[in-house]
């Protein structure tokens, strides 16, 4: 079974699961309650909020193609992360995170410290040195998420682990911009993956929703009594909806990536672009890490544009098949000004030191056809060219 590749996992679980009417798709259970069959008998489910068929199916499928032990569905991708915290921090202990880590991400785990929850650390981790430095004080946890957002940043997976090994640390990877097609944390020696399955995972831009899956059983046991303590756990709607959206997810990526290459191509032969950030590229520094740990680069690209900021607003005003929106990982383009928008809560300085320049673009390649996507760019770096 879990030779299978991740088409076959997400297609098949569930399927002709039904014993009573024998529905080939799995039906949907919306009852909160269910009936103890005999006095002192509890059933496999007993209330929604602990359990339920729906979001059962969905955690048997992403914790299959995550090749981990079990997994709990959470109502969001924060909420994943913070059950995760909730689960296994004290106030004395320390997390370590990613200082590009998403912006939700960081507010949590900077607020709840700042309530004397537990201690965080935000570092470089793309600088050794200092990676180095935050692993010595003997962090509980540690947050990897790659690529990063918005400029795709690379960070060695194995070579992480081993050294939170080393100090007995655990190791939650953000897999959510490459989804388990493209990355597969816990078989490079993390201990936790969570997505905000809102992006690609779910892939229709119509469902809020997270996971955590974990690579040890006892690991699983405690994310679940947490889950229902706390009340993170999803509705059996959206698990409905997430798993319906599973089933094309290796489909979904492959052609993402056809596109989000055939945007690369022409995007470098373009006088209005200037640096553009994408780990399959050669210049990119994290390339030869993404080569040997992903089985594909992914569909997220960034670029500046090397021009004015007036020809910037030209160029995103004219575009017809780029939605101006923050998300990513639908079936629609998406086109984003971080600056201005998903990372507007950092200030200047913040954003500068981040390598976010106001000139940086971030796109979410859908699934369109390609060629009219670039079609689409062409036409609009051609007005914006004309603005002085
Ligand atoms: C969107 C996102 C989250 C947060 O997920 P929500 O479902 O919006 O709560 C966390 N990490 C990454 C990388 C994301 O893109």
């Known amino acids: 079974m879990s030779s299978r590749k991740p088409a076959t996992v997400a297609v098949r679980t569930g399927i002709e699961s039904d014993t009573q009417y024998h529905a080939v798709v799995p039906p949907i259970y919306l009852s909160t309650n269910y009936g103890f069959p005999a006095f002192g008998e509890v059933p496999q489910y007993d209330y929604t909020r602990s359990g339920n068929p729906n979001r059962g199916l969905l955690e048997q499928a992403l914790s299959e193609l995550e090749s981990g032990a079990g997994a709990v569905i959470t109502n969001c991708g924060t909420s994943a992360l913070n059950l995760w915290i909730s689960a296994f921090l004290g106030p004395d202990d320390l997390i370590i995170a990613p200082h590009d880590c998403y912006g939700g991400t960081y507010r949590l785990f900077n607020t709840r410290a700042q309530k004397g929850d537990f201690k965080v650390q935000f570092v470089d981790q793309s600088n050794q040195a200092e990676f180095d430095a935050a692993i010595a004080?003997?962090?509980?946890?540690?947050?990897?998420?790659?690529?990063?957002?918005?400029?795709?940043?690379?960070?060695?997976?194995?070579?992480?682990?081993?050294?939170a090994q080393e100090v007995g640390a655990l190791v939650a990877v953000d897999n959510t911009f490459l989804?388990?097609?493209?990355?597969?944390?816990?078989?490079?020696?993390?201990?936790?993956?969570?997505?905000?399955?809102?992006?690609?995972?779910?892939g229709h831009s119509d469902v809020i929703g997270g996971v955590i899956i974990a690579k040890d059983?006892?690991?699983?046991?405690?994310?679940?009594?947490?889950?229902?303590?706390?009340?993170?756990?999803?509705?059996?709607?959206?698990?409905?909806?997430?798993?319906?959206?599973?089933?094309?997810?290796?489909?979904?990526?492959?052609?993402?990536?056809?596109s989000a290459q055939a945007l690369l191509a022409y995007l470098q032969t373009e006088k209005l672009v200037g640096t553009i950030y994408h780990p399959s590229?050669?210049?990119h520094p994290g390339h030869d890490i993404a080569k040997a740990q992903q089985s594909g680069f992914g569909s997220m690209l960034s670029f500046e544009i090397n021009g004015s900021m007036e020809q910037l607003k030209a160029f995103v005003g004219q575009l017809e098949l780029f939605s101006l929106a923050e998300s990513l990982g639908g079936v629609e383009s998406l086109i984003c000004h971080p600056s201005s928008m998903t990372h507007r809560a950092m200030s200047d300085e913040a954003q500068q030191e981040a390598g976010i320049s106001p000139l940086l673009l971030r796109v979410s390649v859908g699934l369109e056809d390609s060629q009219d996507l670039v079609a689409d760019l062409e036409q609009a770096f051609k007005k914006a060219q004309e603005v002085a």
């Open 137 to 163: 004080k003997n962090p509980k946890l540690i947050l990897l998420e790659t690529p990063s957002n918005p400029l795709v940043r690379v960070v060695d997976i194995a070579k992480a682990c081993q050294k």
């Open 179 to 202: 989804t388990p097609v493209y990355q597969k944390p816990l078989l490079l020696g993390a201990d936790f993956v969570i997505h905000s399955t809102t992006k690609y995972i779910n």
């Open 217 to 258: 059983e006892t690991h699983v046991e405690t994310l679940s009594w947490w889950g229902n303590c706390i009340g993170a756990t999803g509705t059996p709607f959206d698990s409905y909806m997430t798993l319906r959206g599973l089933r094309t997810l290796a489909v979904r990526m492959k052609m993402h990536e056809e």
């Open 281 to 283: 590229l050669p210049t």
